[in-house]
């Protein structure tokens, strides 16, 4: 299934409004406002953008660490998320997650991880529930290729197949679990790829292809709606900027330069930007407003971070016993 005129502007949209956010929170991490790690999606719009795409409101995504993509490509609010990084009141999680722990429940997205894998058995618990409750909604998980090591892992998906549950599991592979390569963690291909057909849909693709993630996406969905259980998708990529914090706060040496100077030339936003203006689907002159559009926002939703107030001091203690 191919995006129709429409839905390949959304996804461009999409990819590049989360790319203009990530760049705006880069450029102003090193002032010290934002007291929260942040772990920028550069280079990986793409797959938040092509699955989000095939996803009702109603559906859910669990994240991880790396999850300002998927939160805003699924509808998450942008104020309150700025709001969540800048640790004040009126983010999305009342201030008290910071960047790895982004909730908004009206759109979808149910919470994100911090735990290497930990959103891998929720989501899983999530499809069950849809499936208990004889719903057709759809439970998304991503994760990263480090996540793909724990044991977490191959439990869920092990018993996603056996209840046959309504849930993708999106790893996105970008190379580097850390300062780790992949090819010193992973033998070879993953061996889902291997497994039987009629009981796990697989595929291996372009995570800088939105249009080949969508694809694989909507089938899944499919599926899962259909009752014909759980996916494996691997979408191949690369982070561009470090694993943590600004791009000056990346360590030196564990990366070939040229490497990364490779990727950063396949960059997802680029190249789809250059194939819809070759199409004809999108004009110089839409480009220029889309791009002011979306500094309009991204400056609203900083403003709107700056002048939110702190928790207050009595909040300190809440949330922790229940009562």
Not at 39 to 61: F, P, S
């Amino acid at each position: 299934m191919l995006p129709t005129a429409e839905e390949k502007l959304q996804l461009f949209r999409t990819m590049l409004r989360i790319r203009r956010v990530q760049e705006r929170i880069e450029s102003e991490y090193m002032q010290d406002e934002m007291k929260t790690p942040v772990h920028l999606y550069i280079g990986q719009e793409a797959i938040a953008a092509g699955v989000c795409a095939c996803l009702r409101d109603d559906d859910a995504v669990n994240s991880n660490h790396r999850s300002h993509g998927h939160y805003l490509a699924k509808g998450g609010d942008l104020n309150a998320m700025m709001a969540e990084l800048f640790c004040k009141a009126t983010g999305c999680s009342g201030g008290y997650g910071g960047s790895m722990h982004l909730v908004d429940v009206a759109h979808g997205n149910m919470g994100t991880s911090a735990i290497v894998g930990g959103g891998i058995p929720i989501g899983t618990g999530q499809g069950l529930a849809f499936k208990m409750r004889g719903l057709d909604n759809v439970s998304v998980v991503f994760f990263g290729d480090g996540a793909a090591d724990e044991g977490t892992f191959y439990e869920s998906l092990n018993f996603a197949l056996l209840k046959q549950l309504p849930v993708v599991y999106v790893m996105e592979n970008n190379g580097w679990a850390v300062c780790s390569p992949t090819a010193t963690r992973h033998s070879g291909d993953n061996v889902f790829h291997a497994g039987a057909g009629d009981r796990l849909f697989t595929a291996k693709i372009d995570g800088n292809e939105p249009e080949q993630v969508f694809a694989a996406m909507a089938k899944a969905v499919a599926r899962a709606r259909a009752g014909e259980g759980p996916s494996f998708i691997e979408c191949v990529t690369y982070r561009i900027l470090g694993h943590a914090g600004c791009l000056q706060q990346d360590p030196k040496g564990y990366r070939d330069p040229a490497e990364v100077e490779a990727w950063r030339a396949r960059c997802p936003v680029c190249a789809y930007q250059r194939t819809l203006l070759a199409q004809g689907l999108l004009s110089e002159a839409g480009l220029a407003e889309l791009e002011a559009e979306l500094a309009a926002e991204i400056d609203t939703a900083f403003a709107f971070a700056r002048q939110s107030p702190l928790p207050a001091a009595d909040a300190l203690l809440k949330n922790l016993f229940c009562e």
